[in-house]
């Protein structure tokens, strides 16, 4: 895949004894009341970029994002940094600034093998205007920190759907590379798009649905996937397109979701022969409140999830899989009663040898919840990033980093 070609990677860079600023997404769940951090496993991710360049003794620089203005997650990193001290080993410094003279005397001050956390990068206005990389440049945010710093290193997948300062601005006025989390981002996607690796299924479930049939349509464009198998809010509107009654509840969900509107876009793939796959049974919630597993063609209950019969025949699909992609859920997981299906593809799509990436989200606390992380399996740290990528589209950050490559270093990459 074009997109995934010429980013230059850490070991294309002279990072001994350097002054490095590193892009992280601390971006993690917050409790609304107490301001607390729920999960710190995004913190955690970057652990690796982190130590190796401590290791190398350089002074290491980190900036991230937390929530947006005006939500309850939108707080200051004071936290994040004592986490981050946690996982790393060492005390991480932190400081209640982002560009100011507070920050940048605290990046001067800063020891070797030492690492500093600025403050939220969206405390700064910049840095929620999407921008072109060369207009990102003339920003205040790199005009004042880019003169500090020797080499620029972007660690941040799930933000590099966003061109703004810190992802794009950078690499356009410093040498940059992609860090270790993001490396691993990218080598186990050019997996899922290198003819080579193939059979290939993509399991797609979940509720985001513009997004899901614009996938859909990419993959069947390129002739990527040898099998779609769509669970969820995908399969309601991909069995309402060939005509199957789901019944007025079931159609309903749909219509509040913006499903009835993508029906002639999916008719169109179902048409043109798009290798799509659609559940045979579903477990229901019926009206007394009861459960039901209900086959296609007699549905009464609300579908919840995928149905037994549903999951094995998904699972001798996946037997015969080199690469598995998995993104959405299967059902209302929220719900334990409607976790089974999602659950089974998981464990099904583990045990078919093939080699697993699984987006983030449910699914990816889920394949942790079942151990699965230390399996043939990449559990992307991305949501939007994701999803631009699958359905085709190049993402700003990825761009940014192979133009950064092409002007300081001749076009090192992957």
Known sequence: MDELQGIPLMDDLPLKNSRVLVRVDFNVPIDPVSKEILDDSRIKAHVPTIRELVDKGCKVVLMSHQGRPGLDDFVELKSHAERLSHHLGMHVKWVDDVMGPAARDAIKNLGIGEVLLLDNVRFSSEESIEAPPEKHAQSYLVRRLAPLFDYYINDAFATAHRSHASIVGFPYVLPSAAGRLLEKEIKALKKAFDPQESPKIFVLGGGKL?????????????????????????????????????????????????????????????????????????????????????????????????????????????????????????????????????????????????????????????????????????????????????????????????????????????
């Open 210 to 414: 513009h997004d899901t049939v614009r996938i859909i349509e990419y993959l069947s464009k390129k002739k990527i996937a040898e099998r779609i198998l769509t669970t969820g809010l995908v399969a309601e509107l991909f069995l309402a397109s060939k005509g199957v009654d789901l019944g007025p509840r079931n159609l309903e969900v749909l219509e509040k979701t913006g499903g009835l509107s993508l029906i002639p876009r999916a008719k169109r793939l179902l048409l043109q022969g798009a290798p799509i796959e659609t559940p045979i049974d579903f477990v229901t919630l019926r009206d007394n409140g009861e459960l039901g597993e209900e086959y296609v063609g007699n549905i009464r209950g609300l579908i919840r999830d995928i149905g037994p019969m549903t999951s094995k025949i998904y699972a001798e699909l996946m037997k015969e899989a080199r690469i598995i992609v998995m993104r959405g859920p299967a059902g209302v997981v929220e719900d334990e009663r409607f976790r089974k299906g999602t659950l089974r593809l998981l464990e099904d799509a583990i045990n078919s040898n093939a080699f697993v990436i699984i987006g983030g989200g449910h699914l990816g606390i889920m394949a942790d919840e079942l151990g699965l992380s230390g399996k043939a399996a990449h559990i992307s740290t991305g949501g939007g990033a994701l999803l631009i990528l699958l359905s085709g589209e190049p993402l700003p950050a990825l761009e940014a980093l192979k133009l950064s490559g092409k002007m300081f270093l001749y076009g090192g990459g992957l």
